[in-house]
């Protein structure tokens, strides 16, 4: 696992959504990424120490835009304007890559984002590969994740990690504090009215939340929602704001530990 030089600012900072992305462009409608599933793509960043926003893609047989792109490339552009100038992260900002969890290239980077887990299914020749990438250092962040999901994911994360359990986090846990301190999830805003609270679940190393953390997944949020349209006006400011500064622990967690 190859991370990324980067050198952390600590500070306190407020994410101002309006005057970082005042000059973003929008890419790309919720429906979805429109090409065929393959296992690479030409446009993916050729890895040179700076930080990659990794996408990961999974087949699916709809007609409509894959649901793995949703939310796609704008979400994680500002994402990455927003992680990039309120730290030191030394990252490629406008440049992101999608790969599928057979690519041997996941190793170069150490974060890994998959979304609407409820449609994806985990190749046989993908179990060894994903289990090798997260026990080498790699770190899974789920997210875009209804509560009607939750059965599908677990049942493809079991044949990866069968010995582990899924563990509900507290505020208390140092994800939620690596960057910004977040102690209360009241915070949290809702996409899509999802069907209940929003929750955090982790797989530990060993079944112990004080060991290392492999998987978050974001239970009934929707994170990169926020991202994508956060230049828009349709939802609050206040609310991108801490949709913002979960992903940017989550991801600095990643990165860092």
Known sequence: MRLPRIRIRWTAAVVVIVALLAAAVPFAQRGGFQQPFRDSYSGNVRYDGKF?????????????????????????????????????????????????????????????????????????????????????????????????????????????????????????????????????????PQAYNLGGRPAFLALFDGNDPNKRMYVIANYQNDLSEFWEFSETGRYIVDESNEAYKIGVNQFIYGITR
């Open 52 to 188: 990659v926003f990794v996408r990961m893609s999974y087949p699916f047989g709809g007609r409509r835009g894959a649901p793995w792109a949703h939310d796609y490339p704008d979400g994680e552009v500002h994402f990455m304007r927003i992680l990039s100038t309120i730290s030191n992260v030394a990252a490629h900002v406008e440049e992101t890559s999608i790969m599928s969890f057979g690519d041997p290239e996941l190793f170069k980077f150490p974060v890994a984002y998959l979304v609407e887990p409820g449609y994806w299914e985990l190749r046989t020749d993908e179990v060894k590969p994903l289990r090798d990438y997260l026990l080498k250092g790699g770190f899974l962040i789920v997210d875009d994740f209804p509560n009607w999901s939750w059965q599908n994911f677990e049942l493809q994360m079991s044949k990866v990690f069968p010995e582990l359990r899924w563990i509900e986090l507290t505020p208390e846990h140092k994800i939620f504090h690596t960057f910004f301190e977040i102690n209360s999830f009241d915070i949290i």
